[in-house]
């Protein structure tokens, strides 16, 4: 059987879809070469984005699709793109959060951005249209680049 290297999914907003999303992607980026700790943190970052489209990008109660581009290159570089029509939000111009006071001190929110970016090689978000493309990448085995902490938005 070949091997894929690419695969698009859709999933309703519902956090029902989070576990099949984070298996798929799981054994996706395992036949890339990843190990048990980059594939946990590409799942936490996935964990993350998914729950937060799914909770706060819409403005109804309806029914909205996400999509979920994945793409491997030979060389390991995985690129997972979620798609959606939730309101307008780049969550890479959120300021970091305070990780030096107590935690009772500090402001709620800020942490999981922190985390996908940097568990991840790079984050990108793009506003297309009425759809949000946020797009992260990771590296596994021959295809590490060197880490970019910081994403970037166009």
């Known amino acids: 059987m070949a091997r894929k290297d690419s695969a698009v999914?859709?999933?309703?907003?519902?956090?029902?879809?989070?576990?099949?999303?984070?298996?798929?992607?799981?054994?996706?980026?395992?036949?890339a070469g990843g190990d048990e700790?980059?594939?946990?943190?590409?799942?936490?970052?996935?964990?993350?984005?998914f729950t937060n489209?799914?909770?706060?990008?819409?403005?109804?109660?309806?029914?909205?699709?996400?999509?979920?581009?994945?793409?491997?290159?030979?060389?390991g570089m995985v690129t997972i793109t979620l798609i959606d029509d939730g309101r307008a939000f780049n969550p890479l111009d959120q300021p970091p959060p305070d990780l030096d006071s107590d935690i009772e001190d500090r402001a709620i929110g800020g942490?999981?951005?922190?985390?996908?970016?940097?568990?991840?090689?790079?984050?990108?978000?793009?506003?297309?249209?009425?759809?949000?493309?946020?797009?992260?990448?990771k590296g596994f085995g021959q295809a590490r680049p060197g880490r970019e902490k910081e994403g970037r938005a166009r």
């Open 9 to 31: 999914l859709h999933f309703d907003n519902d956090l029902a879809n989070r576990q099949t999303l984070l298996d798929v992607v799981d054994a996706f980026c395992r036949r």
């Open 37 to 49: 700790q980059g594939v946990g943190r590409i799942r936490l970052a996935l964990d993350e984005l």
């Open 53 to 75: 489209i799914v909770s706060y990008a819409y403005d109804d109660d309806g029914s909205h699709r996400i999509t979920v581009e994945l793409l491997r290159s030979p060389a």
């Open 111 to 137: 942490l999981g951005i922190h985390l996908v970016k940097t568990f991840t090689d790079s984050c990108d978000y793009s506003r297309d249209g009425d759809t949000n493309r946020l797009t992260i990448t």
